[in-house]
């Protein structure tokens, strides 16, 4: 079956980076692009990027050019989302999500979610 | 880029109720639009894709309908279960975009 599994909460201070983890498992890795979706508390879903596993390119949201990259792992099946310069807005949920098929689909899959804390 | 707009962004209703709740695109998106259900805690779970296609699994009473730019998305009879909040998405071009969500709430 279908899964994907991300790395835990992460407690960041302003300026800082993080680097999120997404491994899948229970098909082919390099077969679906993947998404990177935020929610911050109470607020609604936020997409952020795609990224093509299988050639590494990639798609981001104009908020976030120049701040994020998307990268993946082929011999581990695993896509990373690595935010810099953060500041306390970037306080989310950030979830990984598989793109059902072709380049412009939907996300059939989601991973569990990982928590960014950014405080001073 | 293209802009999703949900209303209402809060629905009371009572177990057995029809609930409707509308999403529209700034422009048209074809098809190219699904429908998610989230509760407290808890990732995004697909219910509806390319407008109306139901997900394997998801109950029939969920169902989606439109085209263009003005969708909705339907529960013909409402269970306990389906008190959550709902986002549509638009996969039309990237950026993606999701609605601001419709919380599902008990009357």
């Known amino acids: 079956q279908v899964q994907l599994v991300q790395s835990g909460a992460e407690v960041k201070k302003p300026g800082a980076s993080v680097k999120v983890s997404c491994k899948a498992s229970?098909?082919?890795?390099?077969?679906?692009?993947m998404h990177w979706v935020r929610q911050a508390p109470g607020q609604g879903l936020e997409w952020m990027g795609i990224?093509?596993?299988?050639?590494?390119?990639?798609s981001y949201a104009q908020k976030f050019q120049g701040r994020v990259t998307m990268t993946r792992d082929t011999s581990t099946s695993t896509v990373y989302m690595e935010l810099s310069s953060l500041r306390s807005e970037d306080t989310a949920v950030y979830y990984c999500?598989?793109?059902?098929?072709?380049?412009?689909?939907?996300?059939?899959?989601w991973g569990q979610g990982t928590l960014v804390t950014v405080s001073s | 880029d293209i802009q999703m707009t949900q209303s209402p962004s809060t629905l009371s209703a009572s177990v057995g109720d029809r609930v409707t709740i509308t999403c529209r695109a700034s422009?048209?998106?074809?098809?190219?639009l699904a429908w998610y259900q989230q509760k407290p805690g808890k990732a995004p779970k697909l219910l509806i894709y390319?407008?109306?296609s139901l997900e394997s699994g998801v109950p029939s009473r969920f169902s989606g309908s439109g085209s263009g730019t003005e969708f909705t998305l339907t529960i013909s009879s409402l269970q306990p279960d389906d008190f959550a909040t709902y986002y549509c998405?638009?996969?039309?071009?990237?950026?993606?975009?999701f609605g601001q969500g419709t919380k599902v709430e008990i009357k």
């Open positions: 998405q638009q996969y039309n071009s990237y950026p993606s975009a």
């Open positions: 999500a598989r793109n059902s098929g072709s380049y412009l689909s939907w996300c059939d899959y």
């Open positions: 229970g098909y082919t890795f390099t077969s679906y692009y």
């Open positions: 390319k407008a109306s």
């Open positions: 990224i093509n596993p299988s050639g590494g390119s990639t």
């Open positions: 422009q048209s998106i074809s098809s190219w």
